[in-house]
DNA sequence: TGCAAGAACATGTATATACAAGTTATAATA
DNA sequence: TATTATAACTTGTATATACATGTTCTTGCA
C-alpha cells in the first residue's frame, strides 16, 4: 500500500526543512491541505500529528500550526538513529575503528535479555569513533543471535543499522535508553583520547523489533566535553 | 467536554500500572474494548497510541498490544514532569531549599527568548534540592514575567508548576531539552554536596505554552553519580 | 496423519459526516 | 466611532463504514 500519511508527512518534513515555512509561521490548514495532496481531513490530520509528535509543529486550537523551529541546526539524538545517519546529517568527518568483533557466551545482567533457548552466545563489537581527528566515542554492541546470525567485519565498519534492516530485513520498533555519567574504564582510556577526564557520558540503550522482542543492547560511552543530548518532550495534560 | 479517549487512556494506564496485564501478555483487542468501554474502535485506537507513545504497549498487527513493562520501576525523567511529582511518583523523603527568588534584567543569549516588549525583567529561582540527607540538584529556573506576573517563596518551597498550571491557568506544551556534562561553577560547589566530584550533569530545558510561547528556561544540574535520565524512543520508519 | 485452504480475528489505512469549541474578521447596532 | 453580535474559519472529538493486510486456528482434503 501507498501509505498516504507517511508520504505527505516525509513531503511536510521535507518543506519544513528548506524553510518553505519560516519559523513561528503558520503552514497551511488542514482543509486547505487536503484540498492540495487530494485527500480527506483525516489523513493530513494523521500527518500532522506525526509532525507535533517529532517537534515540527505545534498545533494551536483554532488558530492553525505553527512551525517550531527548535530542531533546525540541532544534534538528533534523541529518537533511534546510527552513527552513521547522523554523522551524514550533520556532515561530519567520521572515522570507525573496530576494535572487536566476537561471538561469546557473556553471563551479564544487561546482555541476559538477548539469550533465548539454543543461542547463548551473543555479538560483541567494540567500536572507537573518531571525529575531527580525536577518539572520543567508544561503542559497545551486543547483538542476540537468534535475530543476527552472521556479523562481518565489514558490515561493522560501514552501518550495522544498514546491515539489519535492508539486508536482514529486520524491522526496528522501539528502544529504552539510559543516561548516566561515570567514571571511565580501562578500555575507556585505552581506546579513548580522554585527555584526563575523569568521567565519561554513558547511553545505555536496549533495543527492541516491532514484534517486542529484545535483539540489541548497546553502551555508547562518550567524553563528557563533547557530549551533547537532546530530547523533545510533551507534556501529557490530564 | 469528556474526553473519551482520554479516560480510556488513564483509565488503561493505572490498570497496567497496578498489573492487570503482566509484562509480555496482550491486553484486549481493539474490538473487545470498543465493546467494554461501549465506544467506537477509532476512540479505543486514540487510547492505545497515546499508550504506544508513551512506552506502555507495542502493537503489533495482525496479534494484538502487549505490555512492555519497561518503564515500570524507573525514573521517569523524560517528559515534561516537576521535581514534586518526581519525588511523589518514587516516594522519595525530599527537601527543597530556596537559595534565591528575584526579579532582575539578566543579558544572557538563553534567556533573551524570554523577554517580550514591555516586561525586560524575567524572574530568577535558584533551588537546591535534597533527597536523602544530601543536596544533589541545583535548579535554576527563569520564567518571563509576561506569563508569570507573581511568584512568592512559598510558591517556590512547594511546587511552581503546580502554581503555574492550576492557580495561573498556564498550559504547558512543550519542552527542548538538552543534556550535557560540565564542570561545576563556584555556585554548585558552594550549594551542592559534590564530594570533589569534577563534573555535573546538566539538564537545560526550554519550555514552551500550548500556544507555541516560550515561558521558561531552566537547568537542572546533577551530581554526576546521582545523575539518571531516561528516555523511551521509537523508530520512525520511511 | 499431514498439509493446505479458508475462516475468523487482529491491526492498519482511507474516507465521510456531524458536531464541539476556540479564534478572527466582518457587519450591524447604539 | 466604539462596541457587540455574528459569521466564517480553525482544530478537536466521536462515530461509521469499507477494505487492506498480517496472524491464528479450524476444517477438510489427499
Given at each position: 500500500m501507498q501509505k498516504k500519511y507517511l508520504n505527505i508527512y516525509h513531503d511536510l518534513v521535507k518543506k519544513i526543512e528548506m524553510n518553505v515555512w519560516p519559523a513561528a509561521t503558520k503552514i497551511p490548514s488542514e482543509n486547505e491541505l487536503s484540498k492540495i495532496y487530494a485527500t480527506s481531513r483525516e489523513t493530513i490530520r494523521k500527518a500532522l500529528n506525526l509532525l507535533s509528535q517529532s517537534g515540527y509543529i505545534q498545533k494551536i486550537r483554532g488558530k492553525g500550526s505553527v512551525i517550531?523551529?527548535?530542531?533546525?541546526?540541532?544534534?538528533?539524538?534523541?529518537g533511534i538513529i546510527s552513527f552513521k545517519e547522523l554523522t551524514a546529517n550533520l556532515n561530519l568527518k567520521a572515522k570507525t575503528w573496530v576494535e572487536e568483533l566476537s561471538l561469546k557466551d557473556i553471563d551479564d545482567e544487561e546482555i541476559?535479555?538477548?539469550?533465548e533457548p539454543g543461542h547463548d552466545n551473543v555479538w560483541k563489537v567494540v567500536r572507537a569513533r573518531e571525529i575531527s581527528g580525536e577518539k572520543i566515542i567508544l561503542d559497545k554492541d551486543y547483538f542476540s543471535t537468534k535475530y543476527v546470525p552472521s556479523l562481518s567485519q565489514k558490515v561493522c565498519e560501514d552501518s550495522i543499522y544498514d546491515y539489519l534492516e535492508n539486508e536482514l530485513e529486520l524491522v526496528i520498533g522501539f528502544a529504552r535508553k539510559e543516561i548516566v555519567v561515570e567514571e571511565p574504564t580501562e578500555e575507556d582510556r585505552q581506546l579513548l583520547?580522554?585527555?584526563?577526564?575523569?568521567n565519561v557520558a554513558v547511553i545505555k540503550s536496549q533495543v527492541y523489533l516491532a514484534d517486542a522482542s529484545l535483539f540489541q543492547y548497546t553502551e555508547s560511552r562518550h567524553r563528557p566535553d563533547k557530549f551533547r543530548f537532546v530530547d523533545f518532550a510533551r507534556r501529557i495534560k490530564n
Open positions: 517550531i523551529g527548535v530542531n533546525k541546526f540541532d544534534f538528533p539524538v534523541s541476559a535479555g538477548l539469550k583520547d580522554l585527555e584526563g577526564f575523569s
